[in-house]
């Protein structure tokens, strides 16, 4: 059963963002509970790319997804991919997608992950270093390569694009590449290098080190499945598979499980849909990249990590109950031949999918509602490990009443 000792505000979701912001609140002096149906870290931030990627300032898609839709719809290892059985669920949140796509709602969407990237470096690098854990991330930037002449275009637009939203963004020759990645193929053409983005050597770990911190803080936490709730005037009752408990305020925070419990205790239908992402983890790669490198054409990302390179980076519309496709997973080692002077070992390579939490706007929804009696952190698309820090820092804002002008942008009450 729940503990039933007296709790300030639940906290609901274990993944990055959760655990985050039970930490932020537990240090204000706030008595925490956090409640997961899983140990912390086993969604959808266990298996994320592990890439800071602070210069992914754009939403998910432009309007050349029209274009793509029927090869999205046709091809089931393209890096973009809409399973045609989920398509009439999913076609309110892709018109609404479509919608956000033209300029004013854009540009609004592009300013909005903007202000949370740029806030995301010095959280992170804050939050790591007050429980003694900077290892853990290495500030060493990113790269996105090519290897196509007809690419060169395509890039130097994007960099152009970058440098129009003040993203730190270096256009590197094949030497340069060559030179600091040397296991990298030579026919590489040469790529952009962002210079103030990193790694996390081990995202999971990253999660059980913070949610050690919130324990030693005073944080409870509670194996559970939150099924409903309602608002009453003493704060807010949460009903779950372990019997119902009351708290003073809630923090929904349960990634892309967020819409159920919101709409329950707000009355507000919010469109939440999952990007289903895949990686592919290889045990026995150590030392073949200094730092994550993207291919441009072949839209995947590898990240080094301690226990080896992961590749991920293919996005899949299929909904919450479908079975994996861990086919998707392994194209992504058919996808890295070539990239290198000698081919990556799979040997031992472990698949993974997860859900990534995304709006049709591309941006999270972090607001203060309800009387303060529910807070709200979910939505954060790709970007939910990169935005994870600076998110705790703005719940720990709203817990305490104050908002500012940059935190209107996710408020809840713009669907």
């Not at 709602?105 to 854990?133: C, K, T, Y």
């Not at 303060?372 to 817990?399: D, K, N, P, S």
Request: charged share 20%; aromatic share 8%.
């Amino acid at each position: 059963m729940l503990e039933t000792a007296e709790t300030d505000i639940a906290v609901v979701g274990a993944g990055i963002v959760g655990v985050a912001c039970a930490l932020q609140l537990a240090r204000q002096g706030r008595r925490v509970l956090l409640v997961d149906r899983q140990a912390p870290g086993q969604g959808a931030s266990y298996g994320n790319a592990g890439h800071l990627a602070t210069e992914q300032v754009f939403p998910i898609a432009d309007l050349s997804i029209l274009k793509r839709l029927p090869r999205m719809l046709l091809d089931p290892m393209g890096p973009l991919r809409l399973d045609w059985k989920y398509l009439p669920k999913a076609m309110p949140w892709f018109t609404r997608l479509l919608l956000n796509l033209r300029p004013a709602p854009f540009q609004r969407s592009v300013a909005g992950i903007r202000i949370l990237n740029e806030g995301s470096l010095g959280a992170w690098q804050r939050l790591l270093g007050s429980i003694g854990r900077s290892e853990l991330f290495q500030e060493d930037g990113s790269l996105l390569v090519f290897e196509k002449p007809e690419s060169r275009q395509a890039l130097e637009a994007l960099r152009a694009r970058m440098q129009q939203q003040a993203v730190p963004v270096d256009f590197w020759s094949a030497e340069a590449v060559h030179e600091a990645a040397p296991q990298l193929n030579p026919s590489l053409l040469g790529g952009l290098f962002f210079p103030k983005t990193g790694h996390f050597i081990d995202p999971y770990r990253v999660v059980c080190e913070l949610f050690e911190a919130a324990k030693a803080s005073g944080v409870r936490f509670a194996q559970a499945q939150i099924e409903g709730g309602r608002l009453h005037s003493g704060g807010v009752t949460l009903a779950s598979d372990q019997g119902t408990f009351n708290t003073r305020q809630v923090l929904i925070s349960c990634g892309a499980h967020s819409a159920k419990l919101t709409a329950a205790l707000t009355g507000k239908r919010v469109p939440l849909d999952t990007e289903r992402g895949y990686h592919l983890m290889l045990p026995g790669e150590h030392q073949r990249l200094p730092f994550a490198v993207t291919s441009l054409e072949r839209k995947f990302i590898m990240t080094p990590m301690a226990d080896g390179l992961r590749l991920a980076g293919t996005v899949e519309f299929a909904g919450l109950e479908a079975p994996p496709s861990m086919q998707r997973a392994w194209q992504l080692h058919h996808l890295s031949k070539g990239l290198f002077r000698q081919d990556l070992n799979a040997e031992g390579a472990t698949p993974w999918m997860g859900f990534r939490p995304s709006l049709p706007d591309s941006l999270p929804v972090i607001d203060r509602v309800c009387d303060g009696r529910v807070l709200l952190a979910f939505g954060h698309q790709h970007l939910g490990l990169t935005q994870a820090a600076v998110t705790a820092e703005w719940v720990g804002r709203l817990a305490e009443q104050a908002s500012g002008p940059e935190m209107g942008a996710y408020r809840l009450d713009r669907f």
